[in-house]
């Protein structure tokens, strides 16, 4: 009787510090986890959380998914106080400053195997730690990558089958791709031979300049004037325009209905470039399709840029050894398989599925290899400033058509420096 005594005064001073639930069981440990993912994508994270809870007894992994207002909720989480303890992060030069350094954790933990990843995706996690000037550079490492895509070329099989043609191969270049659309282009059906995002991503254009020799900021980091506007990257950009001044490229991206993804399943669009997520679906869709490398321009090798997603951990969390240990199994071979809608981070999962050899999968992994430059904002933590700017000269030099490209590109290269500077 005095033990059972005990323990009912011992669960009634848990309770009143908060410390039991309605039916005197202890509350759950919470691990607040954001995630800018949504549909599928989420699920499969909240499985993967109640695989962790299964570990783990005593946790709840709450999953918050910020979607697309991600950014600003996330910054206005860290503002608070108030940061979840663990998040996907692409834009480490951004957040660094909030987030916990990861280099004694991964080289304590023999759970992470850095060889296994696929080679490059922690570069985009690992920022210097000081300006060079009053303290020496620390290069740290702030987050584990979780996913990742390259850039390729997408085509529809029917198009190209109607037409007679063989489809693309790795090694081709842009003239290949032009002569293609030219046979592929249908006026009577409006169905044109290659698509091209006219209002894209500046962070994912990077691509055509990269490929053409260009870039849109210099390895200094500040430099836009001779870069943006310098002759390799005018030449893509003619080649781009003349494509469509010739009606052999559609334009995508812009308020007129014309979605890349109805464009290509409803046989309009024969080529474009895309991301991982579009094999996805296109699966959905159940479309033939194949996929292929970037072409090369005037005999430069094609590069992609790499988009990389990372998990990453708040500074302040509370309980970090908790949250590092949901990093490490998010990062885990078990929950790597469990990402079906991403490709695997982990050379061995994809070898266990055979994806380096899958004719719609080994494109990617060959065009991360491609990436030589550095993105732009990687170079300098401001660069978001200028993006705008770089992003409406894009716009302008592709829907004006008959302007002036080469203007357009100057104009912008020093409003966008100016951003920098």
């Not at 933990?109 to 990843?117: G, N, P, T």
């Not at 690992?126 to 290069?139: F, N, R």
């Not at 895509?149 to 997408?154: C, K, L, N, S």
Request: with cysteine; net charge positive.
């Amino acid at each position: 009787m005095k033990r059972i005594s005990f323990h009912r005064r011992l669960l009634g001073a848990l309770c009143l510090f908060g410390a039991c639930t309605a039916a005197g069981a202890a509350e759950p440990q919470l691990l607040r986890f954001a995630t800018w993912d949504g549909s599928e994508s989420l699920l499969i994270q909240q499985r993967i959380a109640a695989a962790f809870e299964a570990r783990h007894p005593g946790v709840k992994v709450q999953v918050e998914a910020y979607g697309g207002g991600y950014n600003q909720k996330l910054s206005a989480a860290f503002g608070a106080k108030n940061p979840p303890d663990v998040m996907y992060m692409w834009n480490f030069p951004q957040y660094h400053r909030v987030l916990e350094p990861l280099d004694d954790y991964l080289a304590r933990d023999a759970r992470i195997d850095r060889s296994d990843f696929v080679p490059g995706l922690f570069r985009f996690a690992t920022v210097a730690d000081a300006d060079g000037k009053t303290q020496p550079l620390s290069m740290r490492i702030y987050g584990v990558p979780a996913g990742f895509t390259a850039q390729v070329i997408y085509y529809n099989k029917d198009m190209f089958d109607r037409a007679g043609l063989a489809y693309p191969q790795e090694g081709w270049s842009w003239d290949d791709l032009r002569h293609m659309a030219i046979q592929l282009r249908k006026p009577a059906t409006k169905a044109f031979g290659f698509g091209l995002d006219v209002n894209p991503d500046p962070y994912d254009f990077q691509s055509f300049l990269w490929s053409a020799g260009g870039r849109m900021l210099g390895p200094d980091g500040v430099s836009v004037q001779g870069h943006l506007n310098g002759a390799p990257s005018k030449a893509m950009f003619e080649m781009l325009l003349a494509l469509l001044q010739q009606d052999v490229a559609a334009t995508l991206g812009v308020g007129d209905g014309r979605n890349q993804r109805q464009m290509f399943t409803s046989d309009k669009v024969a080529m474009l470039l895309d991301g991982a997520a579009f094999r996805v679906e296109l699966g959905q869709d159940g479309k033939r399709y194949g996929v292929v490398g970037l072409p090369s321009f005037q005999g430069r090798p094609a590069q992609s840029v790499v988009s990389v997603s990372a998990l990453a951990m708040a500074r302040e969390s509370k309980q970090k050894a908790l949250a590092w240990d949901f990093i490490q199994f998010f990062s885990s071979a078990e929950a790597v398989r469990l990402r079906s809608n991403d490709l695997p981070v982990l050379l061995s999962v994809a070898a266990q599925q055979g994806l380096r050899d899958d004719p719609l999968v080994r494109p990617f992994y060959a065009m991360v290899d491609s990436m030589k430059e550095t993105p732009a904002h990687l170079l300098n933590p401001r660069w978001m400033r200028a993006q705008d700017v770089v992003r409406d000269a894009i716009q302008e030099v592709f829907l004006s058509k008959q302007g002036d490209s080469g203007a357009i590109l100057d104009r912008a290269a020093i409003k966008a420096e100016r951003k920098l500077r």
